[in-house]
């Protein structure tokens, strides 16, 4: 690659390129990045949702079971990215086609900026006179363009050392609270025995579907993050350090405070145990890891979905962020947060099935694929997309449907069915010796990797 053209790609981070290798970087560096996602806010309000509306043990089944489905979609999707040092968004071009990646890369900007605006409304809340119209929209400006600023700066500048310093206080912070929470409330036991404060308004296996939605984008989008690790196993370390130790970890601690407090509202729970400033200084400094990360995300995708440079798609999703941050914050961030998970079931899960049986089944775990030479649009995995979203909403919203919507289930289906004669085409081509023959379309890794 040219020096001017390897310039212009470090810039980008790599967004549209294969990562080279001297940019690898080490497990705990991407470990504490992965972690940045999930030792979150939102992992703690959804925890203390389930403790709100479900007895101890079963919101603790309903969480580890929702984090079990979101770690193997984020491995299959995590060494599609390890090996091919690509990003999500390259992966769908290279799966939907140059023009047909578009839509589904959109999705994941859109949808990731709006996990920065709620995230962003949850911390606005919990900030001294956050519940105030005034001060609330200065918080929400304030921290959007804190995190759009280090999101800006990349992997290793912006992401990685935000994470080596936020993640272990909010720890350290939310462990304190729960210790507080405990006493307030008379022991672990009288916790663990309590009846949940609103019972009987949501259904496990709609709690179970929103815990999946909750971390399908990130699931999703864990290419971004495993193109920078050096072998296969960064890849399950990093996904159960994100998806067990952190998602289902928080979860657990929500689930104690929100059986403990029986308070929906993150602030007001706080308070009452004592540790409201506490709770305000642990929910910022996990702004940063999270927001910031999910504003990467959203800024590899919406690159690729409108063809801009990478610092104009993170302005576009700052101002986007923000903006839901101040509705979410005046409509109610716990009803507005779960409604919102609700409508990421419809549409995400399609894209990781679809990515998964394209690279693992159709292309037998390899993009020999020149990142040049891409076709305009692979029409079966677009008629997939759209076909798995009107199955999906019509299970939803006419069959009343609260699980199988938010698996990545339809779009494998559709896509393997769609992809059967191009499965026995290649079949053939590789009995008789003919499966590098497709004009521009197959070439070797090592002259994949040379091109890069």
């Known amino acids: 690659m040219p020096r001017t053209s390897r310039a212009v790609a470090a810039t980008e981070d790599y ?6 290798e001297s940019e690898r970087r080490s497990t705990l560096s991407i470990t ?31 969480s580890l079971g929702s984090s079990l489905v979101v770690c193997a979609i984020s491995v299959l999707c995590g060494l599609m990215g ?57 918080y929400c400006l304030g921290l959007s363009v804190v995190y759009t600023a280090l999101s800006v700066v990349g992997f290793n500048k912006g992401l990685t050392w935000v994470g080596r310093i936020s993640v272990p206080l909010m720890l350290v912070t939310v462990v304190i609270a729960v210790v507080a929470t405990v006493r307030h409330a008379g022991g672990l036991a009288e916790i663990v025995g309590n009846d949940p ?13 929103l815990g ?30 994100e998806f067990v130790v952190g998602n289902f970890g928080f979860n657990l601690l929500g689930i104690l405070i929100g059986l403990g407090v029986g308070l929906g509202n993150m602030g ?23 927001e910031v990360n999910n504003m990467y995300a959203a800024s590899l995708a919406g690159r690729t979905a409108l063809n801009l440079p990478r610092l104009v798609v993170n302005v576009l999703a700052g101002a986007m962020g923000a903006a839901l941050a101040y509705y979410g914050l005046r409509e109610g961030i716990l009803s507005a947060f779960l409604e919102y998970l609700g409508y990421l079931g419809y549409a995400i899960p399609l894209i990781p099935g679809i990515l998964i049986v394209d690279y693992f089944v159709l292309r037998r775990g390899r993009y020999d694929v ?19 979203l009107a199955i999906n909403v019509y299970m939803g919203v006419v069959l009343d449907d609260e699980l199988w919507h938010a698996l990545p289930v339809s779009g494998m289906v559709l896509y393997l069915l769609l ?17 590098d023959a497709v004009p521009g379309q197959r070439r070797s890794r090592a002259q994949s990797n040379r091109s890069a």
Not at 15 to 20: E, F, G, K, V, Y
Not at 51 to 61: H, K, S
Not at 109 to 124: D, K, P, R
Not at 370 to 388: E, I, K, Q, S, T
């Open 15 to 20: 967004a549209a390129s294969r990562l080279p």
């Open 32 to 62: 504490l990045v992965r972690m940045g996602f999930t030792v979150s806010a939102t992992d703690l309000l959804y925890g203390m949702s389930l403790g709100l509306f479900f007895p101890f043990w079963t919101g603790v089944l309903i």
């Open 82 to 138: 390890q090996r091919e040092r690509v990003t999500t968004a390259t992966g769908l071009r290279l799966t939907f086609g140059r023009d047909g990646s578009r839509l589904p890369s959109l999705v994941i900007a859109v949808l990731s900026a709006g996990f920065v605006g709620y995230s962003t409304g949850i911390t606005a809340g919990v900030l001294p006179g956050g519940e105030t119209p005034v001060i609330g929209l200065v």
């Open 197 to 209: 404060a609103r019972a009987g308004e949501m259904s496990a296996l709609t709690m179970f579907a």
């Open 212 to 241: 999946v939605s909750k971390w399908m984008t990130g699931a999703t989008v864990t290419p971004d993050i495993t193109r920078f690790g050096r072998s296969r196993s960064t890849v399950y370390t990093t996904t159960v350090a």
């Open 268 to 290: 007001d729970a706080f308070a009452a145990v004592g540790v409201a400033g506490l709770a305000a200084v642990a929910v910022f400094v996990q702004g940063f890891p999270h």
């Open 370 to 388: 020149d990142l040049d030479r891409v076709p305009r649009v692979n029409v079966r995995a677009v008629v997939a997309y759209f076909g798995g």
């Open 419 to 435: 992809s059967i004669g191009e499965l026995r085409r290649r079949g053939s081509a590789v009995a008789t010796g003919t499966a």
